[in-house]
């Protein structure tokens, strides 16, 4: 492990902030927690003051909120990454992160699987951007395929919203061409499909551990016609979701 990076943590809940440090105080990994803060006024001169590598935030807190901060530093030029964390699994909230720029937005209570894979990837990019310093010419290609990585995370947490690609190209800076291309390369399908992939993959999980009416999955992965989810459903699993359903419980019946 090369460089160890500096990371400010703000959260306004005293026992939440001693955890958040035990998570992610990883040497190890390559991460030191230089300060934990509960109120803006002390974020905002550790953060100045301090040039942390990774801003670590609540979105709720009293003063002002994780997004509030983010933006406060972004429009002053401040190029750390920031991570929001939130106990609310809200579609506005992560979409404003995301358009500020936040490297993630996570949802409590972390996991020290969760953080571990977190830290690799933040690790990653850091170490990226130190590449960039030294070799300009490679910065268009790794930021691309950040914006890009970012977009699919975002995709996978939001695939049963109304998801066009013109508009989350916009969305991460990337040329909605150049999206199309990098779909067919790294996931071997266009836009479209993986959408639809991750939503028949959600519903087939759906029909195996619960007992949901295929009506109200088609709903909770973004159906609003009912009759064409099952048409979907058969042309990606060639059966009907009921078929489905009643062919995995036969398998379970017999232990297979």
Request: charge should be negative; glycine fraction near 6%.
């Amino acid at each position: 492990m090369g460089r160890v990076y500096a990371i400010v943590l703000v959260d306004d809940e005293p026992w939440t902030l001693v955890y958040l440090k035990e998570l992610f105080d990883q040497e190890a990994l390559g991460f030191h927690v230089i300060a934990a803060e509960r109120s803006f006024a002390d974020a905002l001169q550790i953060i100045e003051a301090g040039h942390p590598d990774v801003v670590i935030t609540d979105v709720r807190m009293p003063e002002i909120s994780g997004l509030d901060l983010m933006s406060y530093f972004r429009g002053r030029g401040v190029e750390c990454e920031f991570v929001i964390v939130s106990g609310f699994a809200e579609f506005a909230y992560a979409q404003q992160a995301v358009k500020l720029g936040a490297f993630d937005y996570c949802l409590k209570p972390l996991s020290a699987e969760t953080v571990r894979q977190l830290l690799a990837r933040l690790y990653k990019k850091l170490e990226g951007k130190e590449a960039e310093k030294s070799d300009p010419q490679i910065q268009e290609p790794l930021e691309n395929e950040t914006n890009f990585d970012r977009m699919l995370k975002f995709i996978e947490q939001n695939y049963n919203q109304r998801l066009y690609l013109k508009d989350l190209a916009q969305q991460f800076f990337l040329a909605p061409n150049y999206c199309c291309n990098l779909f067919m390369k790294k996931k071997g399908m266009t836009f479209s499909h993986y959408v639809t992939h991750l939503r028949m993959q959600r519903a087939a999980l759906l029909l195996e551990s619960t007992e949901l009416t295929s009506a109200r999955i088609s709903q909770i992965i973004g159906f609003d016609d009912y009759a064409y989810f099952n048409k979907v459903f058969k042309k990606h699993f060639f059966i009907t979701p009921s078929e489905y359903r009643k062919g995995h419980a036969a398998i379970q019946a017999k232990g297979v």
